[in-house]
C-alpha cells in the first residue's frame, strides 16, 4: 500500500486495491493516517454497496443518521444516496454546498467517519472540499485557544439548511434537531479540533450577535487555503475523512446533473456525556 500526502496540513493518497481494504492491517493503517491526514483518497478503487460498508464496520461499527432523510436512491440498507435528482427534500442535500461535519444536529456522538464514494459526477461542480480543523485549531494563538477552550455551541438543523430552506419547510421533527457540543473537539489521539461549520447555531452564554460573529470568524479562518483541499472526483473514487477533524462542503452542481454519491457513516465515541 503505497501512501502520498497531498498538502502539508491535510489529506493523503491511498494507493490500495479493494481486496487490500479487506486486509485488517490495512484497515488498520487506514485508522492511524486518518488521524494524521483528516482525508484520505482511494483513486478509483470502484468498490460495490457491500464493500464500501465492509470497510465502514472495519473502521469502526457503522451508524445511519439519516434514516428519515427521505429522497436517494440506493436500496441498499445505512447506504445513504446523496443526489439532487428525484429528491423529495432536496433543502437536505443543498445544506452540502456549506461547510459542515456529519450528524452533529441530532443527539448522537459526532460520527468518527464518513465514507463517500463517486457513482456518477457531474459534468460541472462537484467537487468536495475539505478544510481541517485540527490546523486551524492549531494555528490559532495561545490566547485564543484559551478563550476558546470551555466555550460551547448549539449545532441545529435550521441552522445548517439557513441558506437554502425557511424553517417551515422542514420536516417538524427534523426542524428540532438541536445539540450542544464543545467548541474545540478533544479527539482519541489527544489532538484538537474545531467542531464549527453552518450547523452552529449559536455560542451558549455569549450574545447572538458576539458569539455568530465568532463561529463566522473561525469558519473563515478554517477555509484558508492551507488549510484546505479540493478533490475532483473520477467514478469509482472513495474519500473517507475524520468527521470532527474536517469540515466539508461540495462544490455546487446542477439538480439535473446526474451526480451521485455513495455515503457510510462510522459512528462516533469520543464524546462524554
Ligand atoms: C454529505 C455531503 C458532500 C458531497 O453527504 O454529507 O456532505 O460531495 N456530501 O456530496
Ligand atoms: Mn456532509
Redesign the pocket.
Known amino acids: 500500500m503505497q501512501v502520498e500526502n497531498i498538502k502539508p496540513n491535510i489529506g493523503a493518497i491511498v494507493h490500495a486495491t479493494r481486496e487490500e481494504l479487506k486486509d485488517e492491517a490495512v484497515v488498520a493503517r487506514c485508522r492511524e493516517l486518518l488521524d494524521q491526514r483528516g482525508v484520505l483518497v482511494f483513486p478509483r478503487v470502484g468498490l460495490s454497496d457491500a464493500e464500501q460498508l465492509a470497510f465502514t464496520d472495519a473502521l469502526g461499527p457503522r451508524i445511519n443518521f439519516t434514516s428519515r432523510v427521505p429522497g436517494g436512491d440506493s436500496s441498499t440498507q445505512d447506504v445513504?444516496t446523496?443526489t439532487l435528482d428525484d429528491n423529495n427534500e432536496p433543502e437536505y442535500v443543498l445544506g452540502?454546498f456549506f461547510w459542515?461535519a456529519?450528524g452533529i444536529t441530532s443527539d448522537i456522538a459526532p460520527p468518527y467517519a464518513?465514507i463517500?464514494s463517486a457513482r456518477k459526477v457531474a459534468p460541472r461542480g462537484?467537487e468536495?472540499e475539505f478544510a481541517s480543523t485540527y490546523a486551524a485549531y492549531e494555528a490559532l494563538s495561545p490566547e485564543q485557544k484559551a478563550e476558546y477552550a470551555d466555550l460551547r455551541v448549539v449545532h441545529t438543523v435550521i441552522a445548517a439548511v439557513r441558506e437554502v430552506a425557511s424553517p417551515e419547510e422542514l420536516d417538524p421533527i427534523r426542524r428540532a434537531f438541536a445539540h450542544e457540543h464543545p467548541l474545540v473537539w478533544t479527539h482519541h489521539n489527544g489532538r484538537k479540533s474545531l467542531l464549527i461549520g453552518y450547523t452552529a447555531d449559536y455560542v451558549v452564554g455569549r450574545s447572538k450577535a458576539e458569539g455568530r460573529a465568532l463561529l463566522t470568524r473561525l469558519l473563515e479562518f478554517a477555509g484558508r487555503p492551507e488549510f484546505t483541499y479540493q478533490h475532483a472526483w473520477q467514478e469509482g473514487d472513495l474519500v473517507v475523512w475524520d468527521n470532527t477533524g474536517a469540515l466539508?462542503?461540495?462544490v455546487p452542481y446542477g439538480a439535473d446533473s446526474g451526480r451521485r454519491?455513495h455515503?457510510t457513516s462510522v459512528a462516533g465515541f469520543e464524546e462524554v456525556a
Request: no cysteine.
Open positions: 445513504y446523496v452540502t459542515h456529519d464518513t463517500l462537484g468536495t466539508h462542503r461540495v454519491m455515503r
